[in-house]
């Protein structure tokens, strides 16, 4: 398991392209046939890249849990989500099965013990991206459709931000300790998201991207307001978001991502709003 520390805005001015992507991005997550998890220690959540090509796959593949969690088992004093964004695949929970299609997603409860991923077609295998947050009780696993999330249109054509948000993992859909999770998808001819910009002091958050074309990228604006900071994404890169760093992307071509927050509450609109005109 890959571990990331937590960093001060200080400390993370001065850094290098090379050091800010060692610091917060999360690149090459999916290996086949393997779990790769990185453990971020802001809010102590876990993002985890799960690929079952020829072979399904537990959760706690390759992780030694006692070592990075002091637990029995993975999800003993954690809740989840996945989605999936690739081919056909499935999702077992202590042996009930999901059948999970691109753009599903699943919120697997505190106290579950055994969970496992496994693609339905070797030539179009699944991928499931992941994260992982404390919980402090266990409420119910809840397999959420695309068809299920709640969407919300936002943006304009003018400001290069028309985008559909589906919140999936969210109060107003399935009860969580903490963790919030959904998907954020421009439109053809939109580049940018999440503008103007905000941070949340009460909350970290984790966006991966992904839909971006091989030829394309998405430049992810990250720091401090008054000095900001841009990560280059590719498809399927994640980046670690602090709570006093903004998060925002603009790409070369229309693209996704999915967005993860934990911490102190589930007021999605408790954010802080800083207008565009006082960026640096």
């Given at each position: 398991?890959?571990i990331?520390?937590?960093a001060?805005?200080e ?7 090379q050091?800010?992507?060692k610091e917060?991005l999360?690149d090459?997550?999916?290996?086949p046939d393997e779990v790769?998890?990185?453990?971020s220690h802001?809010?102590r ?6 690929y079952?090509v020829?072979k399904p ?14 637990t029995?088992f ?9 989605f999936?964004?690739?081919g056909?695949?499935?999702?077992s ?9 691109l753009?599903?997603?699943i919120?697997i409860?505190?106290?579950?013990k055994?969970?496992?991923?496994q693609s ?5 295998p699944?991928?499931?991206y992941?994260v ?9 696993t ?6 299920d999330?709640v ?5 304009t ?15 107003d ?10 998907l954020?998808a ?19 958050e984790?966006?991966t991207?992904f ?10 604006f990250m ?6 900071r ?5 498809n ?13 992307g603009c ?6 991502f ?11 609109d408790?954010?802080?709003t800083?207008p565009?005109?006082?960026l640096?």
């Open positions: 398991m890959d990331r520390y937590s001060h805005p400390d993370a001015k001065p850094h290098t392209t050091e800010l992507r917060f999360i090459n997550l999916y290996s790769k998890a990185v453990y802001v809010d959540m876990v993002v985890l890249g799960v079952p020829s796959l537990s959760i706690d593949s390759g992780i030694d849990i006692w070592k990075n969690f002091g029995q993975f999800l003993e004093r954690r809740e989840a989500g996945f999936n964004l690739g056909p695949g499935i999702c929970v202590d042996g009930t099965s999901y059948d999970m299609d753009r599903d997603a919120y409860t505190r106290g579950v055994t969970v496992t991923f339905k077609d070797q030539a179009n699944a991928r499931f992941g992982c947050a404390p919980a402090h009780q266990s409420y119910e809840k397999f959420i459709t695309k068809g999330a969407k919300k249109h936002l943006g054509k003018e400001t290069a931000n028309q985008r559909v948000l589906s919140q999936y993992i969210h109060p859909v399935v009860k969580t300790c903490q963790l919030m999770m959904g954020t421009l439109e053809p001819g939109n580049v940018w998201n999440t503008m103007p910009v905000h941070t949340h002091e009460r909350r970290m984790v966006y991207y839909d971006i074309p091989e030829e394309q990228a998405v430049f992810h720091g401090q307001s008054d000095e900001t841009h990560i280059l994404v590719k399927f890169d994640a980046v670690i978001s602090p709570s006093w760093s903004i998060h925002s790409g070369t071509a229309n693209y996704a999915i967005w993860a927050m934990g911490g102190e509450n589930q007021t999605f408790d954010m802080d800083i565009t005109k006082d640096r």
